[in-house]
């Protein structure tokens, strides 16, 4: 095999996430089965050791596509050549503490992380933020990065558009693969909007072959927007190993497309579409060709559906305020 190897950088890599999705970058499901790669883990000081025996563990592996892991603890080392960046780490909320307690933890993490990338990685770095709140920490890496171009900073939304796939094939006994064009519009949050209206099952419109609005508005989109917490719930602990999935899927559709006829939904800075202030990073349905993304336009947004998509963007914009308010973008 000749091709350079690429760099991915994964933060929080001796997390339960991290966990989950090493061992599937190394054995090719990120990037594609002939794309060799080289891990960058990036962990506090406390998790270096359990980071080091991750790698380890990577080792005995002997994946062919491994070509290298680095553990460091400093941001900078971390993204050095990173082309792929996957913010994992985050400040997780503890009791007692605040919206603004955690949104300025998050922001002593985040806007490090993005001038290290903006100093350091690769011209051509993308880079997805999976730690919560993932949209807003994105959008501070993305401000601490002037010289990256903006549309490089994405957040994670497609464990949203999964869970809502799945939950769509349950409900009408349809596979997953026939399931289309489905839409997780604006926070990664209990406010995100997954959209049937444009969605496919089978080739038909699925909001008429589901012909029941309550059991989207009563059951679907709150089954999907609180999953997380159902989750947590149950297992006693956040999703891990689905997360770590559809960080996958997000990475390996942004660069090697999405399906004929197909979208997918990512967190991604609005250029205006849809009326989503410019620059916040909120979640559309997009195509991906090329490794670049555009959004689908065009789409009718009934009223049902504005007033969702509005609501979740509200909630973007208080996060994006309070972050401007605490100097973090
Ligand atoms: N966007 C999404 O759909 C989802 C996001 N999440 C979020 O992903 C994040 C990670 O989740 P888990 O892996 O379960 O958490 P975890 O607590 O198991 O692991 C987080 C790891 O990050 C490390 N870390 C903390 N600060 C760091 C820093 N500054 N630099 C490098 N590493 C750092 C910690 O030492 C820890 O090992 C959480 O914020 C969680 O809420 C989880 C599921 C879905
Ligand atoms: O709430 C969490 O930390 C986990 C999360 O984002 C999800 O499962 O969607």
């Not at 350079?4 to 929080?12: D, E, M, R, S």
């Not at 080739?203 to 309550?214: F, H, L, S, T, Y």
Request: with cysteine; net charge negative; charged share 20%.
């Amino acid at each position: 095999m000749t091709r350079t190897p690429v760099n991915v950088t994964v933060t929080g890599a001796a997390g339960q996430i991290g966990y989950a999705l090493l061992f599937r970058i190394a054995s090719g499901h990120l990037l594609g089965a002939d794309v060799p790669v080289r891990l960058r883990l990036l962990e506090i000081p406390q998790g270096l050791k359990a980071a080091e025996g991750t790698a380890m563990e990577l080792d005995d592996c002997a994946f062919p596509l491994l070509k290298g892991i680095d553990i460091f603890d400093d941001p900078n080392q971390a993204f050095d050549g990173a082309n792929v960046a996957l913010l994992v780490g985050a400040r997780p909320r503890t009791k007692g503490m605040e919206r603004g307690d955690l949104l300025s933890a998050n922001g002593g993490i985040f806007k490090p992380q993005g001038k290290a990338i903006n100093d350091h990685a690769a011209d051509d770095i993308k880079v997805l933020v999976v730690g919560n709140p993932a949209n807003t920490n994105a959008l501070i890496a993305q401000a601490a990065a002037p010289d990256v171009p903006a549309e490089r900073f994405t957040a994670m939304t497609r464990l949203d558009h999964n869970r809502a796939i799945s939950q769509l094939a349950k409900k009408t006994g349809a596979d997953v693969t026939d399931i289309k064009r489905l839409t997780i519009w604006g926070n990664h949050s209990a406010t995100q909007y997954p959209d049937v209206f444009h969605a496919e099952i089978a080739g038909k419109n699925a909001a008429e072959v589901i012909g029941d609005q309550a059991w989207l508005a009563d059951e679907f989109i709150p089954t999907v927007a609180k999953r997380g917490a159902a989750i947590i719930e149950a297992r006693g602990a956040s999703s891990a190993a689905s997360a770590a999935n559809a960080a996958i899927d997000h990475v390996h559709t942004w660069v090697n497309g999405t399906a004929e006829g197909d979208w997918t939904s990512m967190g991604i800075p609005s250029d205006g579409s849809y009326g989503v202030p410019a620059g916040l990073i909120s979640s559309f349905p997009v195509t991906c060709k090329d490794g670049k993304y555009e959004i689908v336009q065009g789409l009718d947004v009934n009223e049902f559906s504005r007033a969702r998509i509005d609501a979740s963007v509200a909630e973007l914009i208080e996060e994006r305020d309070a972050v401007r308010e605490l100097g973090l973008i």
